[in-house]
């Protein structure tokens, strides 16, 4: 396991009037990837010197070692391959992946070649691992060449 | 009820330095963003991307475990705090607040959070046991005061 040196807990936490607040605390991976099961003893300890209750808590891990290298392209990372999918209540979705490789799409054309082996291999990732939000699988409908503006380093300014 | 599902976000890197991130929804129990479904997602976009994945993180909530009734007194609001200062071991200094601290973790007379306080204590042991600073320094517990804060959210 590669996850990161710390995964972060944050705490809602409510007072007697219902206002809400929050806490967050960076927990060791000691204990595996799921931050709020390993912050179970917290709760009787913050109970007891505070008047406020936990009402809900988000969990973050995150895993810092790259993967793949990233290669020079005619295009960079606003040139996106754009893949609907739909889930199990007919709720249409978008991901966007940025600088995708030229070669998995058809010739002359900006959709995907639905031959090309390596977008099979991603159709198949996508529809064996993602869910919609009832926890259903998905199921991929199409996959275009897409051109977004939504740079987040420096170059944004130039 | 616990979640349904967990937020994977797998960061890309093109060949500038620019980078963008590709966010989906993943099974509950998918939490490891370096092995399982996560780390499955993020292999297949690598091979259609010339970028590369520097980072992929998972998130994800869940309600409470704790006690379900909030107490009621003075400075037991939201907005009034103990803050615990703890020291990381290559001295830096780490700040966690408490939303409304019970009176009776303070020294008699004094905005002083009391060392010696049984339950301040427990709760500073865990903490200095189980959490770390943000680049995985041991933390070591220094002391605390009351203080308040304008944050109100209905």
Do not use: C
């Amino acid at each position: 396991m590669a996850l990161a040196a710390v995964q972060r807990v944050i705490f809602k936490v409510a007072d007697n009037v219902g206002k809400i607040g929050s806490l967050a605390l960076d927990v060791t991976t000691a204990g595996g990837d799921d931050p709020i099961t390993n912050f179970a003893a917290f709760y009787a300890l913050f109970n007891a010197i505070s008047n406020g209750i936990i009402v809900g808590q988000i969990g973050q891990t995150a895993d810092n070692a790259a993967t793949g290298t990233a290669a020079a392209a005619a295009y960079d990372i606003r040139d996106k391959l754009a893949v609907e999918y739909v889930g199990s209540q007919n709720d249409h979705h978008t991901i966007e992946i940025g600088d995708p490789d030229p070669a998995i799409f058809a010739t002359n054309s900006e959709l995907v070649d639905p031959t090309n082996t390596a977008w099979l291999a991603l159709k198949t990732a996508i529809q064996g691992n993602v869910k919609d939000k009832l926890g259903n699988a998905v199921r991929v409908i199409r996959a275009y060449r897409q051109r977004s503006r939504n740079l987040k380093s420096s170059q944004r300014f130039v | 009820m616990a979640s349904l599902w967990a937020r994977a976000s797998i960061l890309l890197q093109d060949y500038a330095g620019n980078i963008a991130k590709v966010v989906v929804l993943v099974a509950a129990a998918a939490l490891d963003p370096s092995g399982g479904a996560v780390a499955a997602l993020r292999t297949a976009i690598v091979a259609v991307t010339k970028a590369l994945s520097p980072r992929a993180e998972t998130g994800t909530q869940a309600g409470a475990a704790g006690g379900t009734t909030a107490g009621t007194g003075a400075y037991s609001a939201i907005e009034d705090r103990a803050v615990l200062t703890f020291r990381g071991d290559d001295n830096s200094t780490y700040n966690y607040e408490v939303p409304a601290p019970k009176p009776a973790i303070f020294i008699t007379g004094t905005d002083t959070i009391d060392p010696a306080n049984a339950d301040v204590l427990a709760y500073t042991n865990w903490i200095a046991a189980n959490t770390k600073g943000s680049f995985g320094q041991t933390l070591t517990f220094v002391r605390g005061e009351r203080t308040r804060k304008k944050q109100m959210k209905h």
